[in-house]
């Protein structure tokens, strides 16, 4: 009885269990392979048993006749034959199919054989041939051919390049003539480089590359490098990388046959074995090598060798010059018997062992060690499951599985293309490896972990790669493209989520992951959370499932993540879900209130007692959370069934926070503690939202009663709200009781040395609370002005000025700079994000949080409490300003504030920037009320904000232009500054002249003085002109929070999330360019060629107002725009004045400002540090913007000395020379007009400008003559055009 092989034996035992089975002889087999139903053909039938074994049959005589016919007359069987060829191979994987490709130049007609006297081709017989089978044992047999090759002496010179004109006959001269050099017969016999489809003859081609060769083969060495040398020279890197790659595409690999000396031995004069030499044409990319002649084919020389007996052996010889790379791969180095699992000369002894397989053996040896890497050489990211990046020579173990098979076997770990494969297997383990490894990749990318070390970035690398997938699978490909959580919404993807929630409930993680995936898509947009609240029975799946109002699953005592099934089990993630999807619109909300009774569950969750259940207590706390946050999100828009579960519940939030007033203490901090003060803040919160909607009852009470519309329908009409069921004096306990609190937090953060992110917000949401609270007692029907006062004025004084006066308040703004997003100049994390798949970019770009989000940050205190310092000094004037303006005037606030107005802006996209944007508005406006010290200060900061504001704050744009920047006691400098302007040069230039009637001025004292006096008329244009009425309106319903008026609280999707950019006071001229570059409607493009070409009084004073605005900000506040605009920026935007309209710019006031905005960007060299490759909205290049000015300044200009100053820009000579040959080319009709003198153009840019350097460019120079000769320009005229002229044209 056989047995199977034990772990414990050896070598040798399984050797002697081998023999044993071998002397045993055949042994019958266990199983017999049948091949039923085989079909007989005629191949089979034609393989008769022999006579004495076949059956005898008698066949009639007929059937005999009828077998004969079909093998004389070769008749098949048709009907076997179309079986036999039906019967296809199915393929599993199709592969692309390439069209072959024919040359135009390939035609029959050049075909011309030589004629022969039969009519039939000449055969070639061979003659004095040896035996085809050699007498020696072993030796292969040789063809025909072959041997005829030998006799003649031709197999050892040919040469095998890969082609069939490697040994032509075409050109025996050239094989003769560069075999004595081998840099010349390394080029081939061919070109690379020219190829002549279609317009040159093949003759052609090889009569061009003779010419060449005979030209490189009469040169030295040192000739050709020098001729190497200035050929690069010529050449652009792009022309140089398409040539290296022409002889790479066309010569992949180039095979030398060169038998060679100790390798060959010979028979009878012949050679029976020979060894081939490949040569590959490395890729220039790999290595930084040059075009050069160093890819050098071998020549071959004859080498006479005794033992040859008389034949000549020809061995590879390469010249000095040549560089010889080892271009063997590692798996053809030996490998030492040591190392192999058995040595070659014992594999006899194993079973099928008979041939030794070498690669096979070197299969289990050790893995090689990586190739070492060049000075700062980049490698192929490898990583672990967990999504680290591992070292390049990382020594782990092969049992971790990270090793395979692959171009780098040495190397453990998974690059992104084989993480793509694996997540392509058939094998579903395999898959959820690839997918698990790629999630915690992404993760890691997401957290900025590979945002300095991985080029190009992971996030895109992996979209682009989902779409080169997607593309060839979906019709709709180009959606992916664009946006992907719009193309998986149109794919259907929620509903295949809910298939896997509803039929198959998987994992505690996955739920978790559809339950997030759900919530990315309705964030997306308001179109994709009404396609997920419409899709039959989703909502319904998950609140069964996921929101219970049965919380036994809770009284098990396991946390959420350590329970193996989680159907029945109440989720934050859930709750979050409908948070998003409710926050999203008033009517989305609506539905999981009267459709779904979401309000229900919110009450079984803002009703638990963490004591009453087994799960953890953070887990508890943060389901009680969400809950109230979901509760705050409905009460926003005023439903009728949260304001009914608040009322009913009014008890119960009353008691929970008198249980924060008694036992919760923001100096006793610890991890319970956080959860607690999070439920708080949100418990505070929905007490706020309460209290919003309890403010509108007598408004909606008196209008119901006089039968007013308070709101517009969707018919049009005024319609009549209902008044809301709660009352203001519902909640007079709450106030009092959250003052209460705001006063004992207050007074434990003033004697601590540090407080945590959650204790601020706790405390923000009570100043929230409150400065909602006084706001809105004001409009009430019980309002008393003197208690109203008094109230005011205690917690002012006992409260906020005990505050603001404490140490722990100068703490908080003097970590101001350290945690701004503002003055940081960290990269937004957007920048890693594919276009098609944005983020927030909270993790910035190198894998840091962004600093306003840091755990240490102040802001959670500082916004609410300035809220609810500028609401109280607004409501009342009269209380005592000493402890607000000593803050105003501290030197830690004027530290922040100077450097914010030298910072570069890089995070003022982002969006939870806002909040540190309203903290500088209310700083701000507090200034403006109370009166500062550094007045300019906070007006430079006020410039500086303006382009910082995101868009659903359109207020905060009328707040800073009418409180500040546009407030008189804030531009009272400017007059005192204009005096002290007559020292300046400045006094003494010369306006440009205008053709029109009224001329400009240049006089800074002039200028200024004429802002400080439109001070207020900027103000008024501005505001207008900046936002519009309907989003200012919409912003201020989303501040005040008017419940029956706000449709949603989220901001849409866009691409811009700023207001304004950083050119903001030329924003109104920037629109009407805009307007006017788009094509006119039919019936209104008479009006609006009216208005192009005859500019009204209101837009020539809203061009003049943003001009007016722009000199004060580029001459007396330029600090506040230095860091975060260009010069060539500001250039561009005065230069639309000129497109915008066809007459505007002949204004005397809108020309002045026009040449003194000018005046200050070319200040201190401006003019010199001009960008020539910038790109400008509206234009695909530069040039494109001055072709445009070019024909307007002809068409409309009437030779505007303005006009024509800002043409003079390009034509300085550091600017590319396509500016100077578009003007006096095919613009030349344009010179005439320019009559500027050289004087002129001096007080702006130094005329050397356009001197020096010399012109080098001999189409430009017979342009400047041509102009000169035909008098297009002239000394009279023309002065400064002359000048340039007659310099560069050498006359």
Not at 25 to 54: M, N
Not at 478 to 505: G, N, P
Not at 734 to 756: D, G, M, N
Not at 1242 to 1252: A, C, G, K, R, S
Request: a negative charge; proline letters at 5%; charged letters at 20%.
């Amino acid at each position: 009885m056989l047995r199977r092989p034990r772990v414990n034996e050896t070598d040798d035992d399984l050797l002697c269990q081998q023999e044993e089975l071998m002397a045993r002889g055949a042994l019958q087999p266990s199983a017999k392979i049948v091949k039923l139903h085989k079909r007989k053909t005629e191949d089979s039938a034609s393989q008769k048993p022999p006579d004495d074994e076949a059956p005898t049959k008698c066949r009639s005589k007929f059937a005999q006749d009828r077998d004969a016919k079909k093998r004389k007359e070769g008749i098949v069987d048709n009907t076997v034959l179309m079986e036999a060829t039906s019967r296809k191979e199915k393929v599993a994987v199709l592969g692309n199919i390439i069209e072959r490709t024919v040359p135009a130049n390939i035609s029959l007609l050049e075909w011309k054989p030589s004629p022969t006297p039969t009519g039939f081709p000449k055969v070639h017989r061979l003659h004095n041939l040896t035996s085809t089978r050699s007498s020696v044992p072993g030796a292969e047999k040789k063809s025909l051919y072959m041997q005829h090759l030998e006799s003649e002496g031709l197999l050892t010179r040919t040469v095998n390049t890969g082609s069939s004109c490697a040994a032509s006959s075409e050109s025996p001269s050239f094989l003769s003539n560069t075999s004595q050099d081998p840099a010349v017969s390394a080029l081939g016999n061919h070109s690379f480089a020219i190829s002549g489809e279609g317009i040159l003859h093949k003759s052609d081609i090889e009569k061009i590359h003779q010419e060449s060769l005979a030209r490189i083969a009469s040169l030295s060495h040192e000739e050709r490098i020098k001729e190497q040398q200035e050929l690069l020279s010529q050449l652009s890197p792009e022309q140089i990388t398409f040539l290296r790659s022409l002889r790479t595409r066309r010569d992949k690999t180039k095979t030398v046959s060169t038998p060679r000396q100790d390798d060959t031995t010979t028979h009878d004069g012949m050679i029976t074995k020979s060894t081939s030499m490949e040569v590959e044409d490395s890729n220039s990319n790999d290595k930084d090598d040059l075009p050069h002649f160093s890819s050098f084919k071998p020549s071959i020389v004859p080498v006479h060798d005794e033992s040859s007996s008389g034949q000549d052996n020809y061995k590879v010889t390469f010249s000095d010059d040549v560089e010889m790379l080892n271009l063997h791969d590692d798996d053809d180095e030996p490998v030492p018997d040591s190392q192999l699992p058995i040595p070659p000369s014992q594999a006899h002894k194993w079973l099928h062992m008979d041939k030794v397989e070498m690669e096979k053996l070197k299969y289990f040896t050790d893995l090689p060690k990586p190739k070492p890497l060049k000075n700062n050489e980049g490698f192929i990211a490898r990583f672990n499951f967990k999504g680290d990046i591992l070292p390049y020579d990382a020594d782990i173990s092969h049992l971790e599985g990270l090793h395979k098979h692959g171009k780098e076997p040495g190397r453990a770990g998974y690059s992104m293309d084989e993480l793509f494969i694996l997540i392509r297997s058939k094998v579903l383990a395999q898959r959820q490896l690839g997918l698990r490894t790629l999630g915690n990749i992404l993760r890691n990318a997401k957290e900025g972990f590979y945002d300095t070390c991985v080029n190009p970035p992971i996030m895109q690398l992996v979209a682009r790669q989902e779409l080169d997938q997607e593309e060839a699978e979906l019709k709709d490909f180009e959606i992916i493209k664009l946006d992907v959580i719009r193309a998986l919404v149109r794919m259907d993807t929620h509903i295949r989520l809910r298939y896997i929630l509803e039929s198959l409930q998987p994992s505690p993680e996955t739920v978790i992951n559809i339950l997030g995936i759900l919530t990315r898509m309705v964030r997306h947009s308001l179109t994709a959370a009404w396609t997920l609240a419409q899709t039959p029975h989703l909502i319904s799946v998950i609140l069964d499932h996921f929101l219970p109002h049965n919380l036994s699953p809770l009284l098990t005592g396991q946390s959420v993540a350590s329970m193996s099934s989680v159907y029945g089990v109440p989720l934050r993630e859930a709750l979050h879900l409908l948070k998003i999807m409710a926050a999203k619109g008033r009517q989305l909300a609506a539905i999981l209130v009267n459709t779904h009774d979401v309000v229900s569950r919110i009450l079984v969750y803002v009703s638990l007692e963490p004591s009453e259940i087994s799960i953890p207590l953070k887990e508890a706390l943060a389901l009680s959370q969400e809950a109230y946050s979901l509760w705050g999100v409905l009460l926003t828009y005023g439903l009728s069934k949260p304001q009914e579960a608040f009322i009913s519940f009014y008890p119960m939030l009353v008691r929970k926070l008198v249980f924060y007033r008694d036992k919760v203490s923001v100096s006793d901090y610890n991890d319970t503690n956080k959860f607690n003060y999070d439920v708080g803040a949100h418990m505070i919160a929905v007490m706020m939202r309460a209290l919003n909607i309890a403010a509108t009852h007598s408004l909606l009470k008196n209008k119901m009663m006089l039968n007013q519309g308070t709101t517009i329908g969707a018919d049009g009409k005024a319609e009549v709200l209902v008044p809301p069921e709660l009352t203001w004096n519902d909640l007079q306990d709450l106030p009092q009781l959250v003052e209460t609190c705001l006063t004992k937090w207050l007074t434990e953060l003033a004697r601590i040395s540090e407080s945590t992110f959650s204790a601020l917000r706790l405390i923000g949401s009570c100043c929230d609370f409150l400065e909602a609270y006084y706001v809105k007692w004001k409009d009430q029907t019980s309002y008393s002005g003197e208690v109203f006062n008094t109230r005011i004025k205690h917690l002012y004084n006992i409260i906020i000025s005990t505050v603001l006066n404490s140490s722990m308040f100068r703490n908080l703004i003097s970590v101001l700079p350290s945690h701004s997003s503002l003055i940081s100049d960290l990269v937004p994390g957007t920048e890693r994000d594919p276009n098609n798949l944005g983020s927030l970019g909270c993790v910035t770009f190198g894998g840091k949080v962004i600093p306003l989000g840091l755990s240490s940050s102040p802001f959670p205190l500082l916004l609410p409490l300035s809220n609810l310092l500028l609401s109280l000094h607004t409501l009342h004037p009269a209380l005592d300003s000493q402890s607000v303006c000593a803050v105003l005037d501290s030197d830690e606030i004027a530290t922040y504030l100077e450097k914010l107005c030298q910072s570069s802006q890089q995070l003022s996209s982002q969006w939870l920037t806002r909040i540190e944007t309203h903290f500088i508005c209310n700083i701000l406006q507090v200034a403006a009320l109370k009166g500062c010290r550094r007045r300019k200060l906070y007006h430079e900061t006020a410039l500086f904000m303006m382009p910082c504001i995101h868009k659903g704050d359109e207020h905060l744009i009328k707040t800073l232009l009418t409180c500040i920047i546009c407030a008189p006691e804030f531009t009272s400098d400017l007059a005192e500054m204009s005096t002290c302007v007559r020292d300046l040069a400045l006094q003494d230039y010369e306006p440009l002249k205008s053709p029109a009637i009224a001329q400009p001025v240049l006089s800074p004292l002039q200028l200024t003085n004429s802002i400080c006096h439109s001070i207020k008329s900027i103000e008024s244009e501005l505001v207008n002109s900046l936002v519009s009425r309907r989003e200012y309106d919409a912003s201020l319903v989303l501040k005040n929070g008017i419940p029956f008026i706000i449709n949603s609280i989220t901001i849409s999707q866009i691409e811009f999330p700023l207001v304004l950019d950083q050119y903001w006071p030329l924003y109104p001229i920037k629109c009407v360019f805009k307007i006017s570059q788009q094509p006119p409607q039919p019936q209104d493009k008479t009006k609006q060629e009216q208005l192009r070409d005859q500019s009204s009084p209101e837009d020539i004073l809203t061009v003049t107002r943003c001009l007016q605005l722009t000199y004060l900000t580029l001459k007396h506040r330029r600090n506040t725009t230095i860091h975060t605009t260009t010069l060539t920026g500001w250039m561009y935007h005065l230069s639309l004045v000129f497109l915008a309209a066809n007459d505007i710019f002949l204004d005397a006031n809108i020309n002045s400002y026009l040449q003194g905005c000018l005046v200050e960007v070319f200040r201190n060299g401006g003019y010199a540090n001009l960008d020539t490759n910038s790109k400008f909205e509206g234009y695909s290049a530069l040039i494109d913007w001055y072709r445009n000015m070019v024909e307007q300044f002809m068409s409309v200009s009437y030779g505007d000395s303005t006009f024509a100053l800002f043409l003079t820009i390009p034509l300085q000579q550091y600017w590319p020379v396509d500016f100077r040959k578009l003007l006096w080319g095919d613009n030349n009709v344009a010179l005439q007009f320019f009559r500027l003198t050289t004087e002129q153009v001096d007080q702006f840019i130094p005329v050397q400008q356009f001197l020096e350097p010399a012109e080098q460019d001999e189409g430009m120079i017979i342009k400047y003559r041509s102009a000169l000769g035909c008098h297009e320009v002239t000394v009279k005229r023309n002065p400064f055009l002359y000048k340039v002229a007659a310099h560069h044209a050498h006359i």
